[in-house]
């Protein structure tokens, strides 16, 4: 994934930016950068790899190097940014977060239309946000340039643009997937992902911008460059997943979306018998906690942690890149509370349910410290396609999915013919699939959140939420 954070001030900005970005250190664990504009410095930046330290350590001595009124900061799961260019708009530093499907044809496009190149990294691998640039600086001006990019890249391009002149161009991309807020203080405006993050830094909140919107950002004001389009397709998974707890989108909160979830879990439970004989509820930590948290109170169930996550030394930021090492990590990082398991019948509450492989670790680990019963509850609906909109996860194929691969073992390619009634609990095939999964995990019993019930508990027009993941409707 990846996430942004820009100010454009009277004073000296950087501080703001540097606690700004590391309040989005929860996205992206690969690398992190600002650029900073300063009259008499001109465009700088640092860029750092982030893959064994965070971001605050990596660049609390970047008060010493650089200065400025004006700066944007990035956290990346993939390509090092923000990039500082120069072409025929002029010098100006930009970061980019999202997707882009048809890369290899828009790099073979531009490299047969002009005479540019592309720099490389390890894997011959081009930058995205080289590639979104190459594409801006075709066009007369930034938001005809901007347009053009969004129009012609398959998946998302959210793109902030620090300009040689101080101001920053923010654009949301063209459906709305991520979230771009805008915030000011007394000395000028900010730009984040998360709200949380301009609010602690004392930002109050101006306005969020739409789908396929374009603003310039100055310490005087916000100018609408593009205004915003009426479609949007906001990601679901901000709210069950990804999103921080304290941020809305929107105006939907995170942490009360997930509570109001849980709830809707348990009375789905509650009407077909499901939470007779459960001892506790608890969550998979740490998204799945607070949809834990609704469903017990909405059962009256207690809630308990059955094991605690050991953080101090591997939290969540820096789980390694290889699958293997990173169970084996989550699994060191499991300390239990043998007198709230053993013996007893838990219901676990996960966000969701991709690939299985941490949830069969901890299931087994559940019950060597002597758990009677491990029944397994997702917060959303069973996942059927990867996502080709955003990098939140690592990069998923549908038959990686634990849906997909226990369909096809069912029914083979038959199956991805019927994948609606999989996704349906009351239907055969959905009944066939929660049974597959119990048994290749060891659950007591499976439940996934319909797609209804999500969407209720979200609480936007469902015509505005992105649902691919779920249902492949674009």
């Known amino acids: ?150 129009n012609e890249i398959d998946g998302t391009a959210c793109i902030l643009i620090l300009k040689e002149d101080g101001n920053v161009i923010a654009a949301r991309d063209k459906l709305g997937r991520l979230p771009v807020h805008v915030a000011k203080d007394d000395d000028g405006y900010c730009v984040s992902f998360e709200s949380f993050a301009y609010e602690k830094l004392g930002y109050t909140k101006y306005k969020e911008l739409g789908p396929g919107e374009i603003a310039e950002i100055s310490s005087d004001g916000v100018k609408i460059l593009k205004e915003a389009g009426k479609e949007m397709r906001i990601c679901s998974f901000l709210w069950t997943y990804y999103g921080y707890p304290t941020s809305s989108y929107e105006g939907r909160n995170v942490e009360l979306m997930r509570y109001d979830n849980g709830v809707l879990l348990a009375e789905a439970d509650e009407r077909t018998g499901k939470t007779v004989g459960i001892d506790y509820v608890a969550g998979v930590p740490d998204s799945g906690t607070p949809h834990a948290i609704g469903y017990a109170n909405e059962s009256g169930i207690p809630f308990a942690r059955p094991y605690i996550k050991y953080t101090p030394t591997w939290s969540r930021s820096f789980m390694p890149v290889v699958q293997s090492d990173r169970n084996k990590i989550a699994k060191m990082k499991q300390i239990p509370v043998k007198e709230l398991i053993e013996g007893k019948s838990l219901l676990f509450v996960d966000d969701s349910i ?20 491990v ?100």
């Open 1 to 150: 994934m990846g996430a942004y954070f820009g100010v454009v001030s009277k004073r000296d900005c950087l501080e703001d930016v540097f606690f700004g970005t590391d309040y989005h250190s929860h996205l992206g664990t690969r690398s992190g950068g600002i650029a900073v504009f300063d009259k008499e410095q001109g465009l700088q930046r640092k860029i750092h790899n982030l893959g064994n330290a965070p971001f605050r350590t990596k660049f609390e001595h970047v008060f010493a190097e650089m200065k400025g009124t004006s700066a944007i900061g990035c956290i990346s799961d993939y390509d090092p940014q923000p990039l500082i260019i120069r072409s025929r708009l002029g010098i100006y530093a930009i970061c980019m977060i999202g997707v882009i499907n048809n890369r290899a044809e828009l790099v073979e496009r531009y490299l047969s239309e002009n005479s540019g190149h592309f720099g490389l990294s390890t894997g011959s691998d081009i930058n995205l946000t080289e590639l979104v640039a190459s594409l801006i600086d075709r066009k007369a001006d930034f938001v005809e340039g901007i347009k053009s990019a969004q």
């Open 354 to 373: 991709v690939r299985g492989t941490q949830l069969r670790e901890t299931v087994e680990f559940l019950y060597s410290n002597g758990a009677k019963a």
């Open 375 to 474: 029944h397994m509850r997702s917060a959303c609906p069973p996942i059927m396609f990867g996502c080709k909109y955003l990098n939140f996860s690592r990069a998923t194929g549908d038959m990686e999915l634990i849906t997909r691969r226990t369909i096809y073992e069912l029914e083979g390619e038959e199956g991805f013919n019927h994948l609606e009634e999989y996704s349906d609990a009351e239907t055969e095939r959905g009944r066939a699939m929660r049974e597959a999964i119990c048994k290749k995990f060891n659950f007591s019993s499976l439940e996934f959140q319909s797609l209804s019930d999500m969407q209720k508990a979200i609480g936007i027009e469902p015509c505005k939420l992105c649902t691919y993941c779920w249902n492949g409707k674009e």
